[in-house]
């Protein structure tokens, strides 16, 4: 009992930090790659290539003024970034990582302790899947009641409007996650994610989007834009539409208050692109067999990031990249021969391919922020409505019945 | 600890409840509402039926009340005017609500007088398998009547709206 609590409670704080540590560095990704599609060199100025700029960000964010406006309804005012952040929060306390961790037995003066087995991720619920619904569900009230209890115009409109667009875009979300639970026959994310290991001739994964007897690619994909409504992602962020509704529902909000709702956002970006990975991806099940290798694609990536780097070092474009760059690389090389060690291999390369997955579909959601324009409001509306809606379901249907003519 | 969580959240819910009506603001006895269903949602959950409880929330913390504070939100409605209530509703209003839970429990008590406590983790079989089964096997003709409800009900909003398109 003892040991499970202290095994939880680290857990619980390697998870806090590493969660809140991204969101942090996600708005730096976030600037640096929207710089670079569009021919621009983003942050640079604070820390190695911008590199503490999310640390001077929160810095910034914590000592301003956070200003309450006179005529704002104050419990929901102060309320709403609350709930927005404790909903975007608490979804990732069920996102299983990888497998399991086994902790060697050890003494500590005469007393043995262990070995223990802990699973990498805080909670199994075998109701997983239901568990992230609901509380995607219920996020969209943190945005509503910040909208109403501001008092604005501008506010009100984009609470509306992002209560409705969720409510819309719930229903093909949920028809889109429904498809692959045919196949996968359970509701845990980590039974989800282990219904497809294995490889079909011998290579091609057994992943839920190339998962006979129906691949699940367009359930993938009407999740995806699912997904980019539901986190109020451009091309969908109607709520927030700069050049009609100044800043949206947010438009009341300062300092802190104000820099939780872009946290919210991005921590819901990050649960949502977990989710499609466990559900879609594979979850940590790689691209290819260990007998072709998936075993070493982790520390050949890492060697060759190291290598650019340390390349890039010894001719610089700038004179201070004599310095950092060969720091970079000398870490990246260090990372990969962290892959490389026989024992760490069963533990750590599950979690690559993990983080890798969702490390791509975060890029593919600031490259689009990077590429499309928004929508209007009534095509926003008509798209879930007249073909999302439609689509999912026809895509539910013909799985429901290929999975029951095949099994 | 089941029966810790059980006052507690127990407790939740009677407060909750209570200030639905209490409360003037429509915003603000629509959020007490959701903590109802919110600490329904956990009791279900600490008597086993886990899907329950998510549908709990999903349909109707998610669902429902997400579409009544959106109408409160669009209508704009404002803080309730509290008017003279009738000396009868003021008197009598207390006690008769006394009574009717009174007679109530009378009447439960009466219908099932074998019923014990409700012993928590008991209940095995609230997982989505076992209520699919049941509302597919048992529940079959209410669960196909209920669908054909919502369909009337979508229907009906149809012909509504469309009265107004024209």
Same mark, same amino acid.
């Given at each position: ?8 409670? %680290? ?44 640390? =001077? ?11 309450? &406006? ?33 902790? &060697? ?34 996020? %969209? ?55 497809? =290991? ?30 980019? =409504? ?119 390369? &599950? ?12 890029? %593919? ?43 | ?166």
């Amino acid at each position: 009992m003892l040991a499970f609590l202290i095994i939880t409670a %680290v857990k619980l704080a390697i998870i806090a930090g590493v969660f809140m540590t991204t969101l942090a560095y996600l708005q730096w990704v976030e600037r640096k790659v929207i710089a670079h599609v569009q021919v621009r060199m983003g942050p640079s100025r604070v820390g190695p290539h911008g590199l503490l700029q999310p640390l =001077a960000d929160v810095i910034k964010l914590i000592t301003k003024e956070g200003v309450l &406006p006179p005529h704002v309804n104050k419990f929901f005012y102060l309320l709403a970034p609350f709930l927005a952040v404790f909903m975007a929060l608490i979804s990732i306390s069920i996102i299983p990582f990888g497998t399991s961790i086994t902790i &060697p037995a050890f003494t500590i003066g005469s007393t043995v302790f262990g070995p223990y087995q802990t699973m990498m991720e805080l909670a199994d619920l075998n109701i997983g899947v239901l568990f992230i619904l609901a509380i995607s569900s219920l996020g %969209v009230y943190g945005i509503a009641l910040a909208g109403w209890s501001s008092n604005n115009k501008y506010a009100l409109l984009g609470g509306l409007r992002s209560s409705a667009q969720m409510i819309s875009y719930e229903l093909p979300m949920s028809l889109a996650i429904a498809a692959p639970l045919l196949s996968a026959g359970t509701l845990s994310l980590r039974g989800i994610s282990d219904s497809q =290991a294995g490889y079909y001739l011998g290579f091609i994964p057994h992943w839920a989007i190339f998962q006979m007897p129906f691949p699940q690619i367009f359930s993938f994909i009407l999740f995806m834009i699912a997904a980019f =409504a539901e986190t109020n992602r451009i091309p969908f962020d109607l709520p927030e539409a700069e050049n009609e509704l100044v800043a949206g529902f947010h438009v009341e909000y300062s300092s802190m208050t104000f820099a939780s709702f872009f946290m919210a956002e991005y921590a819901n970006m990050v649960t949502v692109c977990s989710v499609a990975t466990l559900l879609f991806l594979g979850g940590w099940h790689p691209l290819f067999p260990a007998s072709l290798g998936s075993n070493f694609v982790a520390p050949l990536i890492l060697f060759i990031a190291g290598a650019v780097c340390i390349y890039h070092g010894l001719n610089p474009a700038r004179p201070l990249d004599r310095i950092t760059l060969p720091v970079f690389g000398v870490m990246f090389f260090a990372l990969a021969g962290l892959m490389a060690i026989p024992q760490l291999v069963p533990i750590l390369t &599950p979690l690559f391919w993990f983080l890798a997955k969702v490390g791509f579909l975060l890029f %593919v959601f600031i490259w689009i922020r990077a590429t499309l324009p928004r929508f209007r409001y009534d095509q926003l509306m008509s798209f879930a409505w007249k073909f999302m809606f439609p689509a999912a379901l026809i895509n539910l249907l013909i799985t429901g019945f290929l999975v029951a003519w095949f099994s | 600890m089941e029966l810790f969580f059980f006052s507690l959240f127990a407790l939740i819910s009677v407060v909750c409840a209570i200030n639905v009506v209490l409360q003037k603001h429509p915003i603000s006895s629509a959020l007490s509402l959701i903590g109802v269903m919110g600490s329904l949602a956990v009791m279900y959950l600490a008597l086993g039926a886990e899907f329950i409880a998510m549908a709990q929330i999903i349909v109707y913390a998610g669902a429902i009340m997400v579409l009544f504070i959106f109408v409160i939100m669009l209508l704009n409605a404002g803080a309730e005017s509290s008017r003279g209530r009738s000396w009868i509703v003021q008197v009598l209003g207390f006690p008769l609500m006394v009574a009717l839970l009174g007679v109530l429990c009378y009447f439960s008590m009466q219908w099932f007088p074998d019923s014990g406590f409700v012993k928590f983790g008991d209940f095995q079989g609230g997982g989505a398998q076992q209520v699919g089964y049941a509302l597919f096997t048992d529940y079959l003709l209410p669960f196909e009547v209920t669908s054909v409800l919502i369909l009337i009900a979508i229907i009906g909003a149809i012909v509504l709206a469309r009265k107004e398109m024209d």
